[in-house]
Structure formats: structure tokens, C-alpha cells
């Protein structure tokens, strides 16, 4: 058995019953057939990553607080889908284009959830679709809205001669889209993702109020006329704010730096 294995069985042992659970480094010896030296070393390099915690009277184990920190994660990704839901599907509705719920991860944005647009003619990328935050409008539009020091920091490390977009990006030009973003409280982009597409983009907050994702609709660069474009920036803005509100963002009005 791995040693990956035998941590997992062991924090499986951790998980509470109804209660806060611990318990000696012996009884997981005994219950799980391991050699108390196996069972001390896996949970001296748990404890060094927050995954158990040793009470110091009693010498017994217990869960960490990272598992707590990676459970919350875990519950709010879901809350995130299963309460913006509803709202995508009033924008397809509304749009009759592809929709989009984009989350961050780190320096990247990933499309989480989709509904695709019931016209033959339409734009159809994966869930689990990752790029820089500074490419798409999806992407862009996070990036606007996060604290202004991590932008800088995740600019700083852009490859500007070697990066995914389909045109050529600059950290000038990008500065300035995501001011004119701030100012709208939206982002649109085309062909920068896919070739002949257009994307219009609108931040979702948390009740912690920072951004968390951001409302996409997509399609046809086409189909995305000047009058189309104001009707879908209405809608997205719309209701990126109210999936804001039901999350428990208070402040719904765009912060400007």
C-alpha cells in the first residue's frame, strides 16, 4: 500500500462521528494493521501541512484545519454552481447564445458550468476549459476586479511573446481594457479565445466581497451586433449581480481604482 494510501486511511479514521473525534497514534496502529512508526512518520508530515492537529494534554490526533479550509472550498464551488444555475438559464433565455460560469484558479480562469446555445450555428468549449486570467473576456473581467497588487504580480510573470491567445496581447493594452471594464462593469473580447467569436463578461462577487468568477455569454462574432451587444451586456450585468446578491454581496456597484 502507498504511503498516499495509508494517509488517506488514517484521515478517514480522523473524521468526526457527531462530535470532535481523537484518537492515540496506538489505535490507529491496531485499527488500520500499520507499525506505530509508519503511523507517526505520516502523521508528523500531516501535521507539518495543517491536515491533523495534535492535542498536546492527550497526545491524540485529530482533523486539521486545512481539511476544513479544502472542505469550504469544495461546498462554496458548489453553492457557486447550484445557485447561479437558474440565472444562466434566464440569460440563454434571454440571448439565445452560449453561457458560460467561469470560476479562478490561482492565475487562471476554468469554465465551470455551461448551456449551450440551441442555434445550429454556435460556440461549444469544455467545462474545465483553463486559460490566463488576462485572456477572454470571462478571464479578463476577474482579473479587473481583483486587488490591484495581485494583478500586478500575475502581469509581471505573463509571457507577453508566448502566451495562448489567438492575437497579440500586450500588458498596455490589457491595462487599459481592464479600466475601460471597471468603468462599464463589463468585459467584451473577440477572437481571442476562438477565432470569429465574441465574449461579453460580468464578475460575480462573494459575501466576502471579492470576486470570485464571472457570467459569459459567447457566440458568433456575427450575431454579436451593436445592437445585440448593449441587449446582452444589460442582461449578463444583470445577472452576474443578482447571482452576487443570492452569494451575499452586499456592495453591488463596480469598485474603481
Same mark, same amino acid.
Given at each position: 500500500?502507498?504511503?498516499?494510501?495509508?494517509?488517506?486511511?488514517?484521515?478517514?479514521?480522523?473524521?468526526?462521528?457527531?462530535?470532535?473525534?481523537?484518537?492515540?497514534?496506538?489505535?490507529?496502529?491496531?485499527?488500520?494493521?500499520?507499525?506505530?512508526?509508519?503511523?507517526?512518520?505520516?502523521?508528523?508530515?500531516?501535521?507539518?501541512?495543517?491536515?491533523?492537529?495534535?492535542?498536546?494534554?492527550?497526545?491524540?490526533?485529530?482533523?486539521?484545519?486545512?481539511?476544513?479550509?479544502?472542505?469550504?472550498?469544495?461546498?462554496?464551488?458548489?453553492?457557486?454552481?447550484?445557485?447561479?444555475?437558474?440565472?444562466?438559464?434566464?440569460?440563454?433565455?434571454?440571448?439565445?447564445?452560449?453561457?458560460?460560469?467561469?470560476?479562478?484558479?490561482?492565475?487562471?480562469?476554468?469554465?465551470? *458550468?455551461?448551456?449551450?446555445?440551441?442555434?445550429?450555428?454556435? %460556440?461549444?468549449? #469544455? !467545462?474545465?476549459?483553463?486559460?490566463?486570467?488576462? =485572456? +477572454?473576456?470571462?478571464?479578463?473581467?476577474?482579473?479587473?476586479?481583483?486587488?490591484?497588487?495581485?494583478?500586478?504580480?500575475?502581469?509581471?510573470?505573463?509571457?507577453?511573446?508566448?502566451?495562448?491567445?489567438?492575437?497579440?496581447?500586450?500588458?498596455?493594452?490589457?491595462?487599459?481594457?481592464?479600466?475601460?471594464?471597471?468603468?462599464?462593469?463589463?468585459?467584451?473580447? *473577440?477572437?481571442?479565445?476562438?477565432?470569429?467569436?465574441?465574449? %461579453?463578461?460580468? #464578475? !460575480?462577487?462573494?459575501?466576502?466581497?471579492?470576486? =470570485? +468568477?464571472?457570467?459569459?455569454?459567447?457566440?458568433?462574432?456575427?450575431?454579436?451586433?451593436?445592437?445585440?451587444?448593449?441587449?446582452?451586456?444589460?442582461?449578463?450585468?444583470?445577472?452576474?449581480?443578482?447571482?452576487?446578491?443570492?452569494?451575499?454581496?452586499?456592495?453591488?456597484?463596480?469598485?474603481?481604482?
Amino acid at each position: 500500500m502507498s504511503v498516499i494510501a495509508k494517509a488517506i486511511q488514517i484521515l478517514d479514521m480522523l473524521v468526526p462521528q457527531g462530535s470532535d473525534k481523537e484518537v492515540s497514534v496506538t489505535t490507529i496502529s491496531r485499527e488500520l494493521d500499520m507499525p506505530v512508526q509508519s503511523v507517526h512518520r505520516i502523521l508528523n508530515s500531516l501535521s507539518e501541512h495543517g491536515f491533523v492537529a495534535q492535542n498536546q494534554k492527550t497526545k491524540k490526533y485529530k482533523l486539521g484545519l486545512s481539511i476544513m479550509k479544502y472542505g469550504f472550498l469544495m461546498w462554496d464551488s458548489l453553492m457557486f454552481r447550484s445557485v447561479s444555475r437558474p440565472f444562466m438559464e434566464e440569460l440563454s433565455r434571454h440571448t439565445k447564445e452560449t453561457i458560460y460560469l467561469a470560476s479562478r484558479e490561482n492565475t487562471e480562469g476554468v469554465y465551470i *458550468d455551461c448551456i449551450d446555445s440551441p442555434q445550429i450555428l454556435k %460556440i461549444s468549449e #469544455p !467545462i474545465g476549459l483553463k486559460l490566463p486570467l488576462f =485572456i +477572454g473576456a470571462s478571464n479578463r473581467v476577474i482579473l479587473a476586479y481583483m486587488p490591484q497588487p495581485l494583478r500586478d504580480a500575475i502581469l509581471s510573470e505573463t509571457d507577453w511573446i508566448d502566451h495562448p491567445a489567438l492575437k497579440p496581447l500586450t500588458r498596455e493594452y490589457i491595462e487599459k481594457d481592464m479600466e475601460l471594464i471597471r468603468n462599464r462593469g463589463y468585459a467584451i473580447t *473577440d477572437g481571442e479565445m476562438t477565432e470569429g467569436t465574441t465574449g %461579453i463578461a460580468a #464578475p !460575480i462577487f462573494s459575501y466576502e466581497n471579492t470576486v =470570485i +468568477g464571472s457570467l459569459n455569454i459567447a457566440g458568433p462574432s456575427i450575431r454579436f451586433t451593436p445592437d445585440n451587444i448593449e441587449k446582452y451586456s444589460y442582461f449578463v450585468k444583470k445577472y452576474a449581480d443578482q447571482i452576487s446578491k443570492e452569494l451575499g454581496y452586499r456592495n453591488l456597484y463596480r469598485i474603481r481604482d
